[in-house]
């Protein structure tokens, strides 16, 4: 049992990971047709784990109906639209013009998450009046810099303070991107030890922490 | 006072609400038309498609869903504009599955404003699962990655499609992201090893994120949410939705600087007036 949860799965992970970190480097014809290959079998993995999601979700939501859990409703909901979306997807065969289909996307899919993104605005500007507070030198530098930043990028503050746009935009080259930089490479460097534990075994969480 | 100002910094966030809400629909009503600057990375991005030749294919990528469409949308169509108008060949396709009938719909409509073709000056490829591999696919072939277009006409047969094989054939990408998969994956995945040139559009919220890619040049130009988008249709003259939005954007912005500066004074003269108290 061992050799299939454990030994079988790390196995393949160490063979392929070195095989694709090599093939990067080698653009040899018989190379570049391995990862054509294994691309395409991955785009299909990936269509199938769309499909494991989506039954997860499905399987959660009605474990939650079924104990009538707190916010059941809710459940009830998700599950009517993810069907009645599902099925008149099928119906039109994917199509959008003309159909259920594309009528339930246009007028109620689209409305509805350009409106839940939208409210952001309102929610940044009642939770800024309560958290944004110069209470320390850097909360007092971070307000700063993001009143400059918003000053300066809208054409109202570059008509009452000119040359307000230059500081939003020297904030935004120098400071911000020297910050940022600083995260992208800690991120790849976390990805990259992360990478090297699992193709080597170390790590493997990914396998499921069940029993042996 | 001290009561009132710790009254004020527990106002109901419904006022706020509405004072946002005032702020918003005002200037949409009665509009300012104050001038936009254009940013160098906006630009860029106009420069780059000025110099591709006539009948250059662009691939945009609409990697976004209906969430992002407030501030991708009229990105999205002045890039489309920007493009039919210099006879470039468009090969739209979008790494997110919601954002499918939005892409589609964006696309054939300003396709049709400027009498194109199917088939033959643009296409849909579609949604293509796998993120990373979906990008990775098309850089290494892209009728495996796409056998048929959104409409189900083989890749093979479509006559824009003629004489591109892969990435390595197109002539710039760009990818209009509100997350990941996004601008990151098709640098990561699809420029660095294919070798296309890139340019991005994103939410202005995920903006900061992309500019050690603009400086290091991993990607030549930035449209940076709304503002960006105004900041195309002023080089396009074409004034469409973002360039009304932002006159509602510039008094939002102001209304939340004057919260924070209302926050602030109250919550130091609370500090100082208790400690008064207390002394």
């Not at chain 2, 991005?200 to 030549?220: E, K």
């Not at chain 2, 002023?234 to 209304?255: C, N, P, W, Y």
């Amino acid at each position: 049992m061992v050799f299939w949860k454990r030994t079988l799965p790390v196995a393949i992970t160490f063979m392929l990971g070195i095989t694709f970190m090599l093939q990067y480097y080698v653009p040899h014809p018989a190379s570049e047709a391995l990862l054509r290959e294994v691309s395409v079998w991955n785009q299909i993995i990936a269509g199938f784990a769309v499909i494991l999601g989506v039954a997860s979700l499905l399987q959660s939501h009605a474990q939650k109906i079924k104990r009538k859990a707190p916010g059941w409703g809710y459940s009830v909901v998700m599950y009517a639209s993810m069907c009645s979306m599902l099925g008149f997807g099928i119906w039109s065969e994917g199509k959008g013009e003309g159909t259920a289909f594309g009528w339930l996307y246009t007028y109620t899919l689209v409305p509805l998450q350009a409106t839940m993104f939208s409210l952001l605005a309102f929610f940044v500007a009642s939770a800024a009046y309560r958290a944004f507070r110069a209470r320390s030198p850097q909360a007092t530098v971070l307000l700063l810099a993001a009143v400059l930043v918003m000053w300066g990028r809208v054409p109202l503050g570059e008509y009452l303070l000119p040359g307000i746009g230059q500081v939003s935009d020297w904030i935004m080259n120098i400071p911000n991107t020297a910050a940022q930089r600083g995260i992208l490479i800690g991120i790849s460097l976390g990805a990259i030890a992360t990478s090297i534990k699992i193709i080597c075994g170390i790590e493997r969480a990914h396998l499921g922490g069940g029993q042996e | 006072m001290h009561d009132l100002a710790r009254r004020l910094l527990g106002l109901d966030r419904r006022w706020i609400f509405l004072v946002i809400a005032f702020g918003t629909v005002l200037p949409l009503l009665y509009p300012l038309g104050l001038p936009i600057r254009v940013s160098p990375e906006v630009r860029k991005i106009y420069d780059y498609i000025e110099r591709l030749p006539p009948g250059g294919v662009l691939v945009l990528s609409f990697d976004f869903e209906p969430a992002g469409k407030p501030e991708l949308f009229p990105m999205a169509v002045a890039l489309l504009h920007h493009a039919f108008q210099n006879n470039l060949k468009i090969v739209g396709v979008t790494l997110w599955p919601a954002g499918t009938g939005l892409a589609e719909s964006i696309l054939s409509q300003v396709a049709q404003e400027h009498g194109k073709v199917r088939g033959i000056d643009y296409t849909f490829l579609g949604y293509a699962p796998g993120e990373a591999n979906a990008v990775i696919s098309m850089g290494q072939d892209l009728s495996a990655a796409f056998p048929a277009d959104h409409y189900g006409t083989k890749i093979t047969d479509l006559p824009i499609l003629q004489g591109i094989r892969s990435l390595r054939d197109v002539h710039y990408v760009i990818s209009l992201s509100v997350g990941f998969p996004g601008i990151d994956t098709w640098y990561v995945y699809g420029k660095e090893k294919y070798g296309f040139e890139l340019g991005g559009g994103c939410t202005a919220v995920s903006a900061p994120r992309f500019y050690p890619l603009l400086n290091t040049g991993q990607i030549n130009g930035l449209i940076g949410g709304l503002r960006g988008a105004a900041e195309y249709e002023v080089l396009l003259a074409r004034e469409g939705k973002a360039i009304a939005g932002m006159d509602a954007q510039s008094t939002t912005h102001f209304l939340i600087i004057v919260l924070l500066a209302l926050c602030n004074f109250f919550s130091v003269f609370t500090r100082q007036t208790g400690r008064t108290r207390y002394r």
